[in-house]
């Protein structure tokens, strides 16, 4: 399902972070009934209401007259975009550099310091605003 897509990021086999991104209501009440259930693995979701990733905003692709969507240059774009190359970042000579010369390493403290995050869970509960119900 395009609109419900799960990501895992894995090292070594090791599960570290799930995400998910989700999209249009009614993919985004099946997370709700799954995160009431308590059946939600992810650290991070993106939720937006509109389908497809509301790729139908403002920056959406419109034909020259009647300002709808123009959906073959919308197949166009999507096609060029998938069809981009996947590079791995650790296969990148450049990014490897960059690393021993300015990090001193890919598992050095600079680079744990510089570029990663730590998860904190909330410790508060967060409430459903009374005005929502799903």
Sequence with gaps: NR??????????????LQFAAIYGFR??????????KGRVPYQLV??????????SGRGQAESET???VDK?????MEEVYSSLPVRLPELNPILNTLY????QGQES?????LLHTEFRGQSQIHTQPP???W
Excluded: Y
């Design 3 to 16: 609109d419900f897509q799960e990501v895992t990021l894995e090292r070594d086999g090791e599960t570290l």
């Design 27 to 36: 993919n985004i009440q099946t997370l709700v009934h799954r995160m009431r």
């Design 46 to 55: 993106e939720v937006l209401s509109c389908p497809g990733g509301c790729l």
């Design 66 to 68: 009647g300002g709808r």
């Design 72 to 76: 073959a240059l919308v197949q166009q």
């Design 100 to 103: 021993q010369d300015w990090l």
């Design 109 to 113: 403290p600079q680079a744990s310091k």
């Design 131 to 133: 005005h929502m119900e």
